[in-house]
């Protein structure tokens, strides 16, 4: 049995779609009827807004959704729209998609809602790369310190690209990064 602060990961091929969204029904009435009526009110209402949901991997990425329908981004780029229950349900069920992340919620309220203002803020840093490697080498350091590995992965990709390019030709810098990114 896991200690309490330690997560569970469930096998996704032992559970059926119909299942997950019978759970979540259950926990989403659960907490309606335990709120007071303006937050429940509030809370459904957020949990119904359809929100543009935006891969950020260069892979393909693919997910059941609650009603069973599957939902596939083929690109980094490509674009779907999807309710916010769902993208809950999709992080419950792994946190890969919005927590390392594989795709990006384009609404503040939403990204505030589910508890990834910081996570975002992160990755507005690094979206510039030039901007981001124009920065001091502390803060630089700072921010790839606290970067998931698959996202340490896709801007090593870059900067890796950028320095074969020549587009990076400090040396100090290079050297820098180098030793900063494993590579």
């Not at 330690?6 to 997950?20: F, G, M, V």
């Not at 203002?117 to 981001?132: G, H, N, Q, V």
């Amino acid at each position: 049995m896991p200690k309490k602060d330690e997560k569970q990961t469930i096998d996704l091929n032992s559970i059926s779609p119909e299942l997950i969204a019978l759970l979540t029904n259950q926990i989403k009435s659960e907490l309606m009827n335990s709120m007071p009526t303006n937050q429940a009110d509030e809370e459904e209402k957020i949990l119904n807004k359809k929100v543009k949901v935006t891969s950020i991997s260069s892979g393909s990425i693919g997910v059941y959704l609650l009603n069973g329908r599957f939902v596939k981004w083929e690109k980094a780029g490509d674009s779907i729209m999807l309710k916010v229950e769902e993208l809950v349900n999709m992080n419950s069920v792994s946190e890969i998609y919005l927590e390392q992340p594989l795709l990006i919620i384009e609404d503040k309220e939403v990204i505030k809602y589910l508890g990834l203002k910081e996570k975002y803020d992160l990755i507005e840093k690094i979206k510039d790369i030039d901007k981001f490697l124009k920065l001091d080498r502390e803060e630089i350091a700072t921010i790839l310190d606290s970067l998931s590995k698959d996202m340490r992965a896709d801007l090593s990709i870059e900067i890796i690209r950028k320095i074969n390019d020549g587009s990076i030709d400090s040396r100090v810098l290079v050297e820098f990064l180098k030793r900063k990114l494993n590579i």
